[in-house]
Nanobody
Framework: QVQLVESGGGLVQPGGSLRLSCAASGATSGRYAIAWFRQAPGKEREGVSCLRESDERTYYADSVKGRFTIFRANAKNTVYLQMNSLKPEDTAVYYC??????????????????WGNGTLVTVSS
């Protein structure tokens, strides 16, 4: 079992920045990928950024490239999403998810086993 807890959401003006945190606990060893997703009101959930554990390669949705960065700091079990130049269309609930099972997936975002409860990001003036 893996528990994921997101934090760092809030209200920010367009052009502002936020840093989201995802703290993982439980059986976190052997993790294959960890990712951020978001779901805006009335829209489907979409992958925002993903970190592949084997080589630490990162992936980003086209809509956030150059503005968002996924990274780990000193603690391997905490992953961050730095969000800069935020736009109103970035408003959504942001979820952290991780994959701990092996397998071949065509996308870093596929096959997530565990999800956090989400943190709300609102970009508005």
């Amino acid at each position: 079992q893996v528990q994921l807890v997101e934090s760092g959401g809030g209200l920010v003006q367009p052009g502002g920045s936020l840093r989201l945190s995802c703290a993982a606990s439980g059986a976190t060893s052997g993790r294959y990928a960890i990712a951020w997703f978001r779901q805006a009101p009335g829209k489907e959930r979409e992958g925002v950024s993903c970190l592949r554990e084997s080589d630490e390669r990162t992936y980003y949705a086209d809509s956030v490239k150059g503005r968002f960065t996924i990274f780990r700091a000193n603690a391997k079990n905490t992953v961050y999403l730095q969000m800069n130049s935020l736009k109103p269309e970035d408003t959504a609930v942001y979820y952290c998810a991780t994959r701990v099972k092996s397998g071949s997936y065509s996308s870093c975002y596929y096959g997530m086993d565990y999800w956090g409860n989400g943190t709300l990001v609102t970009v508005s003036s």
